[in-house]
């Protein structure tokens, strides 16, 4: 199941009422995805890691005018609470006594029998976990629990994650300049164009430190503008492997190395003689680097110009680029104009420039 198909499917398990349990490998975004479906629906997310949570942490039995109860957990719903999604992480790490404390709660929707703890109508429970082959430590799932989950695979491809990063902004750093770290995305997103397979290096019969997966390359992101100011020698290749692995990290290293771009202000300043690389590596890292330098320059008109000539080079490559910078800028389901937009400048030329190219969003 791909990414945005496994949104829909915590949707319509939601709706159902029937808990759903997520299979992946390390690092693919299984509990990413789960909180940004909590924030999409509005919902408050408890997040339980199984291989953390004794039998004991879902309330701590205590004697009450002679009958044990159960002390009330502090993250537990108060009736004016929005929707809470209770998600059990690592759920197959956690021990069998862990696994049987959480049944209840699974399989009841409360904790502490009749009269105990019970989630509310709206709430809802979920969980995730790595897979066996994964070498994770996982143990196997009771099958009362297996029999009450509905259990859905995540995999990764490399067209779904780089949509995902695309809209949500997933590099957007305030701990560095906006300025390196706009020079820092499309340098990513350039290798993995032409490398796809090496977004997901993970292999549970190789003993490695360091692989590389969505999550890991999103680590590296953070780490990139640090990285590439000290320069592109052994430190910053010992930096990049370390973070994704010998198998990524050489090749994208390398890649890194020997990138050479014109400077991208020159988008902005004279559109019309701007260079147009016709090398595609580094013509996606030039164009990709001018898409997210418009957040910092916004110069909507001056960029709409020179994709204007991209567009008449490569109508292909073009039309991507735009489609990504609109998707960026906009929201592409209807169309409505992000107030600080930098693109919110180009005005009548975005509709003109859509008509020409017979550009359509859906």
């Known amino acids: 199941m ?17 808990p759903l349990l997520v299979m992946g490998s390390p690092g693919q975004g299984k509990s ?70 959480l049944s209840e709660l699974i399989l009841d929707r409360r904790i502490g029998g009749r009269k105990g703890m019970h989630l509310r109508p709206g709430d809802w429970v979920c969980a995730a976990s790595n897979l066996a082959s994964d070498r994770a430590g996982t143990f196997e799932l009771p099958s009362h629990l297996k029999n009450r989950f509905c259990t859905v695979t995540l995999e990764t491809e490399w067209e779904d994650v780089k949509a995902h990063w695309e809209s949500r902004g997933a590099f957007k750093i305030t701990s560095v300049d906006p300025w390196e770290h706009d020079k820092t995305h499309p340098y990513i997103m350039a290798f993995l164009r032409n490398h796809p397979n090496l977004l997901f290096t993970f292999a549970p019969d190789e003993d490695v430190v360091s692989f590389a997966t969505p999550r890991s390359w999103e680590m590296l992101a953070r780490l990139l503008p640090g990285i590439l100011q000290i320069g592109t020698g052994d430190f910053s290749r010992e930096m990049i492997c370390g973070t994704i692995g010998d198998k990524a990290g050489l ?44 957040e910092k320059v916004k110069k909507g008109k001056a960029f709409m110009t020179y994709l204007q000539r991209v567009i008449e080079a490569d109508r292909e490559f073009g039309v991507s680029a735009f489609l990504s910078a609109h998707k960026r800028y906009f929201d592409s389901a209807t169309y409505k104009r992000v107030v600080d937009s930098p693109l919110a400048e180009a005005g009548s030329m975005l509709q003109q420039f859509m008509a020409q190219n017979q550009i359509l969003i859906s």
């Open 32 to 101: 990413q995805i789960i909180q940004a479906y909590c924030d999409h629906v509005g919902a408050i997310m408890d997040e339980f890691r199984a291989p953390m949570t004794d039998a004991l942490d879902l309330g701590l039995p205590h004697i009450e005018s002679g009958i044990q109860k159960r002390a009330r957990l502090d993250w537990w719903p108060e009736p004016n609470d929005p929707p809470h999604i209770v998600f059990l992480d690592e759920l197959l790490q956690g021990t069998q006594m862990t696994m049987n404390a």
């Open 251 to 294: 090749p994208f290293a390398a890649f890194c190395a020997s990138a050479d771009i014109p400077d991208v202000m020159l988008v902005f300043e004279r559109p019309e003689s701007a260079p147009i690389p016709t090398k595609l590596d580094t013509r996606y890292l030039y164009v990709y680097s001018a898409i997210f330098a418009l």
């Open 2 to 18: 791909k990414p945005n198909q496994l949104i829909t499917a915590l949707h319509i398990a939601r709706m159902a009422d029937v």
